[in-house]
């Protein structure tokens, strides 16, 4: 066998290797040197391949190494690489054979210095968890129509922009409070907090503020907020670090309107999220979430404005139907009584007519008796019985037909259910697909890679793995 892989030379020569030999030999000697290896770095290149795939480079000022994460590890991951981030990597140091490369096959990826801050967001939120600052008892429902929406978020940040967009094409007639704050960096939170202390104070002028303080309140021109929006853009964990503040989270738990938190990104968490009101994924949704559109309300007003106008027509059209029928008693009532003596008379009438004819039938039907009684009766029962032995005479081949057709009845049906019996549609080549709890599978929608399923065939079962579905 060693034959296979290189030439034995003379003992004064250096060994010479197949290249595919020595390109073997690295790769053992790196797995068995390096492997499992933690690696942290700057991702360069990163792209993501139709098959799932993702391929990048991990680079420092020092050097650079070439990575492949397969489809499985890329699933796991809970956030989207970008150019530049900052990650570290686990995996094992290999050798792409085929190009004799050097490479890393990464099984998992985290933000550099993210461990440490995710157990900090982890404890953190179990502790407000268990203090029930996220029951969904305290959630409050929106208010349909606000007199007014406050927004706290960095007057620098992009968000503000699509908010104040967005309220501006669906509530151009609802006011909107901006209270600035820094949304990132280490007095983020205190900032943050002190805004939506303002912005209490004037949700409160609707809600019970003490007297003296709503005047002061009212008479500054600012409008009774209803509800409050606490957004920011999208950034790593460290960027959205100061919305996962237990002081910052305590004063959302106390808003005496509700609040929607719209930080990050659809697929970023933060404890402000878990304590305000509602959740929106962006900020441009936080702000759709507490505005209804002007148009859509108008229409709602049109609409319940033809309706009761369609009601009151049909209740005035009623009445005044009611108020003819009723004047039209009132205005003679000795028409009504004759009426009434009329219909007595013609009810009498027609009460005498009907015993007198039911008198006339019952003698009529009397006297008939009277002649049929005196007959003898022997020829009649003599007619009888020779009309039930004919009938004798044809019951057997009566009943020989009827069963001749019951049976062609029954050969007809048992080949009508042969035709459809399941296990021919089975012999022609078909598969029964089924689920693990045994719902049947008729659409390649209604799969999912990795799923599990139980094709029944003419002769028995296999197990089958969905591989990829191919919905048409």
């Known amino acids: 066998m060693e034959s296979d892989f290189f030439v034995q030379p003379p003992a004064s020569a250096p060994r010479i290797w197949a290249v595919g030999a020595l390109t073997r030999a690295i790769a053992d000697a790196l797995e068995a040197r390096f492997n499992p290896v933690a690696v942290r770095g700057e991702i360069s290149g990163f792209t993501r391949a139709a ?45 792409y054979e085929p190009r004799g490369d050097l490479q890393l096959v990464v099984e998992s990826m985290q933000r550099a210095g993210q461990g440490a801050l995710f157990e900090q967001f982890l404890r953190l939120k179990a502790q407000l968890e268990a203090e029930g600052l996220f029951h969904a008892e305290r959630k409050r429902p929106l208010p349909e129509t606000p007199r007014a929406i406050g927004v706290v978020t960095s007057l620098a940040a992009a968000a503000l922009h699509d908010v104040l967009t967005a309220l501006a094409r669906r509530v151009p007639h609802i006011p909107v409070v901006v209270v600035p704050a820094a949304v990132q960096g280490a007095g983020a939170p205190e900032e943050l907090r002190r805004a939506l202390s303002k912005l209490y104070l004037l949700a409160q002028v609707g809600v019970g503020l003490e007297a003296d303080l709503a005047q002061k309140v009212a008479a500054d021109g600012a409008p009774p907020i209803d509800v409050i929006l606490l957004v920011r853009g999208g950034g790593s964990i460290e960027d959205l670090w100061a919305f996962n503040d237990e002081r910052l989270a305590r004063t959302i738990a106390v808003s005496p309107v509700p609040l929607i938190s719209g930080v990050g990104h659809e697929t970023d968490f933060t404890i402000a999220d878990f304590v305000a009101d509602l959740r929106a994924p962006t900020p441009t949704a936080a702000a759709e979430l507490a505005s209804v559109p002007r148009a859509q309300r108008l229409a709602d007003v049109d609409a319940l404005a033809e309706r009761l106008a369609r009601a009151l027509r049909r209740r005035v059209d009623a009445e005044s139907q009611r108020l003819d029928w009723l004047a039209g008693r009132l205005s003679r009532p000795s028409d009504a009584v004759a009426a009434e003596r009329l219909r007595l008379d013609r009810q009498a009438q027609r009460l005498r007519h009907a015993l ?52 062609e009845r029954l050969a007809l049906a048992a080949l009508r259910l042969a035709a459809l019996d399941p296990q021919r549609v089975l012999e022609r080549g078909y598969a029964w697909l089924q689920t693990a709890d045994g719902q049947a599978v008729t ?10 399923l139980t094709a029944t065939l003419a002769d028995g079962k296999v197990d089958l793995s969905v591989v990829t579905p191919r919905p048409r």
């Open 443 to 452: 659409h390649a929608a209604d799969t999912h890679i990795g799923q599990a």
């Open 51 to 95: 098959s799932g795939h993702c391929y990048f480079s991990l680079k420092d000022e020092a050097g650079q190494l070439r990575c492949a994460m397969f489809r499985r590890a890329a699933g796991l991951l809970n956030f989207n690489p970008r150019e530049g981030d900052q990650v570290e990597v686990r995996g094992r140091v290999a050798v």
């Open 356 to 407: 007198a004819l039911r008198l006339e039938r019952e003698s009529a039907r009397l006297a008939q008796l009277r002649d049929r009684l005196p007959r003898p009766l022997a020829p009649r029962l003599a007619a009888e019985q020779l009309r039930l032995a004919r009938l004798g005479e044809r019951l057997p081949d009566a009943v020989a037909r009827q069963g001749a057709a019951a049976h």
